[in-house]
């Protein structure tokens, strides 16, 4: 791998991050508890979706 495509995947990595994170925190809070998660894991949720 060339170090323009390990940054490009990382940028990209990086950007579904941030819109999986935002999309759990817009999400309605009756949603949330229906799916059984809190919208302030947000963040945890979205990096484990990303990253593994």
Known sequence: MTVL???KTAVEKRAKYL????ELQ???QEVAIDLGIFR???GKIAY???YG
């Open 5 to 7: 495509s390990t940054v």
């Open 19 to 22: 819109r999986t994170k935002a």
């Open 26 to 28: 817009r999400m309605p």
């Open 40 to 42: 302030e894991d947000a």
């Open 48 to 50: 484990r979706a990303v």
